[in-house]
DNA sequence: TACAATACGGAGGCACCCTCCGCTTTATCA
DNA sequence: TGATAAAGCGGAGGGTGCCTCCGTATTGTA
């Protein structure tokens, strides 16, 4: 999450910057519990602020939906560094992907407002991909190093068939997992 | 808690009937041109009705988006057996799927804010696709028996691939057609 | 400490969804 | 045909949500 990233000519003011995480706290809290549809008022209300601090600092509600999606993009892409440096290479991947089922729910349906509002294919959702993609392809290389993942494969092709399992409506959190298991079967090299 | 004991249920009113008419027709236009979120206000204006008599009919907004899908579907299984007299078995089949692509825009969004409010597998959608496969069935069952289609092709299988080309975003409709001319194709027995 | 830049907060404007209820139109029956 | 009840009509207004504006409070600096 972090502080606003803001090196402009003043310092910015420490009850401004507070305010800011508390918002984008707030925010993803309220997303994940009631929804991505919870009013503005009600987050400034959670954060403990006026609707005035929050629309200076988001000016529409696409701004605050775009903190908290990249916040969680920040996320995402933690967990692959830190997988990264406590599993042997084949588990840190299954890990990582399997971190993705199950928390679809909240992401989903910010991702889905966001791409009503921006377009996928807009500078913004590019620069997410860009990420992801980055912190996913050092799991995807060191576990094909270890000679755990077949050489020949893609990291985007992986990533779409996690991606369609997370999308399915009503997707028990257990038939996703087994979907995952045969997914990674998938990704080991024929025994010999 | 009894039946009404009185046979004599009134007939629906003329104005009532030519509004209802008026309303869903308003309604479809409207999301047409502006999207689904177009308000409920303009499309009671459009329709020269107060939004009373909207709120009469259609209990909320989903239920004037029931009312208008269900149109669109009434309309996709008319043409179908239109084709199905007018043409040839394979032409017929090819025009039906044809008219898929490129009316996907209104009838996606529309799709959409239905499975989010009903869920994807409500009794209302449900019914919705009996009728489509019924209708669907037809074209390609004579389209199986003049020896134009190879018998072992499934209705559903090909509607899931016509669906997935509109679904693409950003899709041109020449792009849309070229891919569905390779549907087709497929469709057709091998070449002896 | 004093002052200017910055931030805060909530009243209020506008749009939307939906309800309520007095007035109007329609179908029926003597 | 004309009277009458049932059915329908329409829009004011309540509730809520997004967003703007501006007077007041806070903060960093000299």
Not at 146 to 174: A, F, H, K, N, Y
Request: glycine share 8%; charged share 25%; aromatic share 6%.
């Amino acid at each position: 999450m972090g502080s606003t990233p803001l090196p402009s000519t003043r310092p910015t003011r420490a009850d401004a910057a507070r305010n800011y995480d508390l918002l984008v706290t707030a925010a993803r809290e309220a997303f994940a519990e009631h929804g991505t549809d919870t009013s503005l008022e009600e987050i400034a209300r959670r954060a403990g602020v006026g609707i005035g601090t929050l629309y200076r600092r988001f000016p529409n509600r696409i701004a605050l939906l775009e903190a908290v999606y990249i916040d969680e993009i920040q996320s995402v892409c933690d967990r692959a560094y830190g997988f990264a440096e406590k599993l042997e290479p084949f588990d840190a991947l299954a890990a990582w992907l399997r971190s993705f089922v199950g928390y679809g729910v909240s992401k989903k349906s910010l991702a889905g407002e966001l791409t009503a509002a921006l377009g996928k294919d807009s500078p913004f959702f590019q620069s997410c991909k860009v990420n992801v993609q980055e912190a996913g392809q050092l799991l995807l290389d060191k576990a094909k190093a270890s000679g755990d993942v077949r050489p020949e494969l893609e990291l985007m092709d992986i990533m779409r068939l996690v991606g369609g399992i997370t999308m399915g409506r009503d997707m028990e959190p257990e038939e996703a997992n087994r979907l995952l298991d045969i997914v990674l079967c998938g990704l080991r090299p024929a025994r010999s």
